[in-house]
């Protein structure tokens, strides 16, 4: 029994790949982060490495076990807190659905009327509805000890 010419590329191209895949994972090619055995424990590594580096920056940094990742995540949210009245546009870019155009008119729609004296003179801003501000809502302060 012979094979046909087209039959034998066929088969030598099944055996040349089932090689190169053998190769590629004895030399340890499945092992990469890529990897979904891995991507669990990457992405938990880093959940712990991005928390610290942001609590580090906010100044309240602590010592936490590794099962706790969620709970300060949560708590550093509510810790952080912005003065719409004062603040620049890099503090008010960190609120939930504010970007760089969004916290241009917060800063201008201030300067033009004065500061916010209630949570909503915000809706006043363009762009800014009832969903918006309840979104920020928890993020933000309007203190009066302003200079």
Do not use: W
Request: hydrophobic share 40%; aromatic share 8%; net charge positive.
């Amino acid at each position: 029994m012979y094979l046909t010419r087209q039959e034998r590329g066929i088969v030598i191209f099944l055996v040349c790949t089932l090689a190169a895949g053998v190769i590629l994972k004895l030399i340890g090619f499945g092992v990469y982060p890529g990897n979904r055995a891995v991507q669990g424990t990457t992405d938990s590594l880093y959940v712990a490495k991005v928390s610290l580096v942001d609590s580090l920056v906010r100044g309240y940094a602590t010592v936490q076990s590794p099962g706790s990742q969620e709970s300060s995540m949560v708590s550093a949210q509510q810790k952080f807190q912005v003065n719409i009245n004062v603040a620049g546009v890099e503090s008010l870019q960190k609120l939930p659905g504010i970007g760089p155009v969004m916290a241009k008119r917060i800063i201008a729609h201030r300067q033009k009327n004065g500061y916010f004296k209630s949570f909503k003179d915000l809706l006043e801003v363009k762009g800014i509805g009832p969903a918006t501000l309840e979104k920020i809502r928890p993020f933000i302060t309007l203190t009066s000890d302003i200079p």
